[in-house]
């Protein structure tokens, strides 16, 4: 039995994992409870976030702005619009022309979208193809308790990461346009009927996803020290898994779902024999036994409809 | 899976600097000169695969220059007796990639030979592909033993040394010269993780080093904490990682963050600027282990960083540059004596004898391996890598991360 505080600093260690795939499940979720759709590029987006993060910083840097705090809150502002934005792109290039096509038509869109900004990424970005040192913009220094090593960037970064699902959830539950969002996730026609503009809420639905990705991408930039432009392979895969394990459409349930899948994962490579090199074969495993015997995830799919 | 292993061989941006590079070579040694004589020579192509993009691919693109300048020189020479022309692939060190690679290569039966591979879990993967198309292949940064030693092929070649004297001397490093005697060791599970953890167990139990654990992590793993959390617990006093330079840089960096106190060793693979440039301050006092030496330290090293320099490549040679452009004179010799027969040349290759290489003298054994090969031990100061000898961690002027460590534990 591994002493107490190794067990607690690996569940810390989860947390901190499951909260970064938290935040990409959500953007999975929104698409998926208000249009159905399964937006397979947005991993690539969540890279692009982080790269949209680290560029602005350079340019904070370069403009003379030395203050870390305003650095960092203009970097999430300025990501979080440019990233919106793109993903309003998207949706716009790949989701909206296909609407009346079979679904596989927008899943083989997305994808190839995923692949093209991926690419982009590899070209454009100057040395586009090596990982990229990410500025620490967040407190450093730890404190320990009980043996347990917390820094204080973590808690930052969950601070930071909390902040933004209250606030999707306040913008899904007491805004206008989350009335709207939640119009459309439950009959889009009726919707347009009672005057809802279905236009536009696709559009801020997608904004509102791909900006969370942005946040995804600077926290796993602030977190890890570090930024790769395949980053968004694995991320997507795993932010749509803890979606389903949540239950997709259900942005509690995306939560809970990326928490579980980063515990897992952890878990699997901390107390099982040999376990790191299977953690994603024992995080997988388990996708695949919820798809087998609760298909519709934890908490069920489609919150958005029934609020 | 990776779905970059189903992409195109040769992305566009490495046509056009490949193409780019190969054509000014050519031109402008090869034929603008006495374009007569250069179009009587019979036409011989040549094949270059190594990792153009992708994490390693600095080491790809020094590689694939020092192929291009090699070329450049010998098209150049009057004494030639064929005209080289180049083919540039890249195997983006992803093994379904570089079987492709070599398939195309050797498919186009102008191509008569290859000057092929960084990475060993790719080297390892092409072997038989060279075999069944008869292309001989000279291998140029691929460390794995059993490229060479895993079959009796005679197409397959290597001009630079394997991971077993690269370990052995790194443990000897460790344990005698700097006296750490426990170890976890980490690595990732391709067969280039897995070697350099084999062998360096090997060298560690000939001396007596303690392996608390061996852990194996997949490749392009983001998140180490769970792993470095087991390990801490386990108070090494140094943490070897075998694998490659953005997983390296990972587990570096996440060290730090946990606040585990031991000491970074890596391997040939974490040898790169990007390493250093990405981990940054973190980087500081790592230290690994090399074949060759700094090529500026080579025997021919000044004379070939010349001839680079006056190509204009972007990218720098880096630290296998000097073996790609000799297994490409190597190659060009055999096929300036035997013809361009791919029989021929494989035979001719298999047991290579030159004293006078820009690397020192080149022999290779029945396995067509190279026997004499240089480790050079290399330390992270000050935001380059320096030679242990010539480091201020070696003077004693400052003090290695992990000797601190430990020498604050007792």
């Known amino acids: 039995m591994p002493p107490l505080e190794v067990i607690l600093q690996q569940a810390f260690n989860g947390l901190m994992l499951g909260v970064m795939y938290a935040l990409i499940a959500v953007g999975f979720t929104l698409f998926f409870g208000v249009l159905d759709v399964i937006h397979f590029s947005h991993g690539d987006i969540f890279t692009l976030g982080a790269f949209a993060g680290l560029s602005l910083t350079f340019l904070w840097a370069a403009v003379g702005i030395g203050n870390p705090a305003v650095a960092l809150l203009l970097t999430f502002l300025g990501a979080l619009v440019l990233t919106g934005l793109i993903g309003v792109a998207a949706e716009r290039a790949c989701v909206k022309p296909l609407a009346k096509a079979p679904p596989l038509m927008t899943l083989l869109a997305t994808l190839s979208l995923g692949l093209v900004i991926r690419e982009a990424i590899l070209i454009f970005y100057p040395r586009g193809a090596d990982p990229k040192p990410f500025p620490a913009m967040l407190p450093q220094g730890l404190f320990e308790i009980g043996g347990v090593v917390i820094r204080y960037e973590n808690l930052a970064i969950l601070a930071i990461a909390g902040v933004a699902m209250v606030l999707v959830d306040l913008i899904i539950n007491r805004t206008r346009v989350g009335a709207s969002m939640r119009a459309v996730a439950q009959d889009a026609e009726a919707a347009q009927m009672m005057g809802v503009n279905l236009n536009r809420t696709v559009d801020f639905t997608f904004f509102l996803g791909s900006a969370l990705a942005a946040v995804a991408g600077i926290l796993n930039g602030l977190y890890y020290s570090e930024i790769h432009f395949i980053m968004g392979i694995m991320g997507g895969i795993i932010g749509f898994s803890a979606a389903a394990i949540g239950g997709l459409g259900n942005v509690y349930g995306a939560i809970l779902g990326g928490l579980l899948f980063g515990v897992l994962q952890t878990l699997a490579a901390a107390f099982i024999p040999r376990g790191s090199e299977f953690r994603d074969v024992v995080a997988f495993a388990v996708v695949m036994v919820f798809m087998v015997f609760k298909p519709t995830g934890i908490l069920g799919e489609k919150t958005i409809e029934r609020v | ?410």
Request: with cysteine; proline share 5%; charged share 25%.
């Open chain 2, 1 to 410: 899976m990776d779905d970059q292993a189903t992409k195109v061989l040769v992305s566009r941006r490495d046509l056009l600097k490949g193409g780019t590079a190969a054509g000014v070579g050519v031109i402008a040694l090869g034929g603008l000169w006495r374009p007569a004589r250069a179009q009587a020579k019979k036409v011989v192509k040549l094949s270059f695969i190594g990792p153009l993009t992708g994490g390693t691919a600095s080491n790809g693109l020094g590689g694939r220059n020092s192929f291009l300048l090699a070329v450049a020189e010998r098209n150049a020479d009057p004494k030639s007796k064929y005209r080289y022309e180049t083919i540039v692939l890249d195997d983006e060190c992803k093994p379904t990639v570089a079987v492709q690679a070599a398939l195309r290569a050797g498919s186009d039966p102008e191509v008569i030979a290859s000057v092929s591979h960084y990475c060993s879990v790719v080297a390892i993967a092409t072997v038989d592909t060279f075999n069944k198309l008869g292309l001989p292949s000279m291998v140029w940064g691929a460390v794995l033993p059993d490229i060479t030693y895993g079959h009796k092929h005679v197409e397959i070649t290597r001009v630079n040394g394997t991971m077993i004297n690269q370990n052995h001397i790194a443990a000897d490093f460790a344990v005698k010269k700097l006296g750490f005697k426990t170890f976890s060791i980490i690595h990732d599970t391709t067969d280039y993780g897995r070697g350099h953890a084999k062998y360096f167990t090997e060298g560690l139990e000939r001396l007596g080093g303690k392996i608390l654990s061996t852990t194996g992590t997949a490749k392009d793993q983001k998140d180490y904490t769970a792993e470095l959390t087991k390990v801490k617990a386990e108070k090494p006093e140094v943490i070897y990682y075998g694998g490659l330079t953005p997983d390296g840089v990972r587990v570096k960096v996440q060290m730090d963050k946990l606040g585990v106190k031991a000491q970074f060793q890596g391997t040939s693979g974490i040898k790169s600027d990007t390493f250093i440039e990405t981990a940054g301050a973190s980087a500081e006092g790592v230290y690994c282990f090399v074949e060759g030496a700094p090529t500026e330290k080579l025997p021919g090293g000044k004379r070939f960083l010349e001839a680079y320099a006056k190509m204009a490549f972007k990218e720098p040679s880096e630290a296998y540059g000097p073996f790609a452009y000799v297994a490409t004179h190597l190659v060009i010799d055999a096929i300036e004596e035997v013809g361009p027969d791919r029989p021929k040349v494989a035979q001719k290759l298999k047991r290579t004898r030159k004293p006078d290489t820009i690397i020192g003298p080149v022999e290779f054994d029945e396995h067509g391996q190279n026997t004499v090969p240089l480790i050079t031990t290399h330390v992270a100061q000050d935001g380059k890598w320096v030679v242990w000898e010539d480091s201020e961690y070696a003077t004693g002027k400052r003090e290695l991360p992990g000797l601190k460590f430990k020498r604050e534990r007792a």
